[in-house]
């Protein structure tokens, strides 16, 4: 037995071709691709679920239990469909980051934070005045369609501008910005709302830190949220949010999360 196996084996290597090799290239990117979409997020259980329904369904087989491998094969025509719905969020992404202009990750500069200085000051000046505040950073996935929605700025960063645009007289002041390569893109702009009913009942309803999860949720943009009650900080990313950032936290997040 142990001789046939090692045979098969052996038999299996000489008939290996280039051809296989890519294959196992592009299955393992395609994997690997959608791991790191799951990962941390609510996802991954339903992913752990739909593994052990799989499992369970080589056991029946192998183990010849027919009524249980029935049972199990006719949920399974209906597999596609439930990971259609149960991980539309996570497929739209991945979708959109194969469809963004660039493959490759920018690099964060060495010279980030001096970059972003002006961000910085800004957001502690509008958070100590309790100003609210929505950033958007635009990441690999093109943001240009909720662009498109507000008024084209398109201005080096600077904390005054930053300031003024978010001052409660400003009539730009309700929508969000979008920050491309350190440049305002964008001000006044309508970012999607998430389903409210998925967030769970802790999550308190604030229009901003909602536009903030939507955007991140479709795409992989890092969005930056001065509460106007409290003038905490919050960062949303991947559909997650952080509440309660100070300004070293933000630092860190953002030289994380931005490419």
């Known amino acids: 037995m142990p001789g046939s196996v090692w045979g098969d084996i052996v038999n299996a290597l000489r008939g290996f071709t280039l051809g296989d090799f890519i294959d196992i290239l592009m299955?393992?990117?395609?994997?690997?691709?959608?791991?790191?979409?799951?990962?941390?997020?609510?996802a991954y259980q339903m992913a752990i679920g739909l593994g052990m329904v799989l499992l369970l369904f080589l056991i029946t087989q192998w183990g010849n239990l027919y009524v249980s491998h029935r049972i199990i094969d006719s949920f399974i025509t209906y597999l596609i469909i439930a990971v259609i719905i149960l991980f539309q969020g996570e497929l739209r992404r991945f979708l959109t980051t194969?469809?963004?202009?660039?493959?490759?990750?920018?690099l964060v500069a060495p010279t980030f934070v001096e970059e972003y200085d002006d961000l910085?000051?800004?957001?502690?000046?509008?958070s100590a005045h309790k100003i609210g505040a929505l950033i958007a950073f635009e990441n690999e996935v093109s943001l240009q369609s909720y662009a498109d929605r507000g008024s084209k700025i398109d201005a080096v960063f600077s904390k005054d501008l930053?300031?003024?645009l978010f001052y409660p007289h400003s009539p730009l002041h309700d929508g969000a910005v979008i920050v491309r390569e350190h440049k305002i893109a964008a001000a006044g702009c309508l970012l999607p709302l998430p389903a409210t009913h998925k967030l769970g009942p802790h999550f308190q309803t604030r229009t901003r830190h909602l536009a903030a999860m939507g955007l991140s949720q479709e795409t992989d943009a890092v969005v930056v949220v001065?509460?106007?009650?409290?003038?905490?900080?919050?960062?949303?990313?991947?559909?997650?949010?952080?509440?309660?950032?100070?300004?070293e936290q933000l630092k860190e997040r953002l030289k994380e999360h931005l490419r």
């Not at 194969?98 to 920018?106: A, D, E, H, I, V």
């Not at 910085?120 to 509008?126: D, H």
């Not at 009650?229 to 950032?245: I, P, V, Y």
């Open 27 to 42: 299955v393992s990117f395609i994997l690997y691709s959608l791991f790191r979409l799951i990962k941390d997020s609510k």
């Open 162 to 164: 930053l300031v003024s």
């Open 98 to 106: 194969l469809g963004s202009q660039s493959f490759r990750k920018r």
């Open 120 to 126: 910085f000051q800004a957001v502690n000046y509008l």
């Open 226 to 247: 001065v509460s106007e009650e409290t003038g905490t900080l919050s960062l949303a990313f991947q559909g997650n949010l952080e509440r309660g950032l100070d300004k």
